[in-house]
C-alpha cells in the first residue's frame, strides 16, 4: 500500500473514531433518571453518574415517620440510578458495541441493568 494512501485512511479512522466520542460524550450529558416511588411520596432525579440532582417530596411524604421517609427516599434513588446506568450502558454499548470495552465499564453496576 502507498505510504500516503495508508496515512490517509489512517487519519481518516482517526477522525471517525473522534466524532464516534464526541457523539457518545453528548448523548452520555444527557444521561439522567427519574425515578418516583410506587404511592408518588417522593421523586428522585439523578445525573449520568447516578450523582443526585433533585428530590421532590409530595404532601403524602410528611405523612410518613421520618424513619419510613429516609428508607423510600434511598430506594427511589437507588432506582433512579440503577434507570441511569441502564440508560448509559445502552449508549457506552451503540459507542463501543458489545465486547470487553464495555464490560470494563459496567462492570460496577448491578446485573440486572448490564445486557
Same mark, same amino acid.
Given at each position: 500500500? #502507498?505510504? +500516503?494512501?495508508?496515512? +490517509? *485512511?489512517?487519519? &481518516?479512522? %482517526? &477522525?471517525?473514531?473522534?466524532? /464516534? +466520542?464526541?457523539?457518545? =460524550?453528548?448523548?452520555?450529558? &444527557? @444521561?439522567?433518571?427519574? +425515578?418516583? =416511588?410506587?404511592?408518588?411520596? !417522593?421523586? @428522585?432525579? !439523578?445525573?449520568?453518574?447516578?450523582? %443526585? *440532582? *433533585? ?7 410528611? $405523612? %410518613?415517620?421520618? *424513619?419510613?421517609? =429516609? @428508607? ?14 441502564? $440508560?448509559?450502558?445502552? !449508549? ?6 458489545? /465486547? ?6 459496567? #462492570?460496577?453496576?448491578?446485573?440486572? !441493568? @448490564?445486557?
Amino acid at each position: 500500500m #502507498d505510504p +500516503a494512501q495508508w496515512l +490517509a *485512511d489512517y487519519r &481518516e479512522r %482517526l &477522525e471517525r473514531a473522534a466524532q /464516534g +466520542a464526541r457523539a457518545a =460524550s453528548a448523548s452520555l450529558r &444527557e @444521561v439522567g433518571a427519574t +425515578a418516583t =416511588s410506587p404511592r408518588g411520596e !417522593v421523586s @428522585v432525579t !439523578v445525573n449520568a453518574g447516578g450523582l %443526585l *440532582d *433533585d428530590v421532590t417530596l409530595t404532601p403524602a411524604a410528611r $405523612r %410518613l415517620e421520618a *424513619d419510613a421517609l =429516609s @428508607v423510600l427516599i434511598v430506594a427511589t434513588a437507588r432506582e433512579a440510578q440503577r434507570l441511569a446506568g441502564a $440508560r448509559m450502558a445502552e !449508549v457506552m454499548c451503540g459507542y463501543l458495541g458489545e /465486547g470487553e470495552a464495555l464490560e470494563r465499564i459496567t #462492570d460496577h453496576q448491578p446485573a440486572e !441493568v @448490564v445486557r
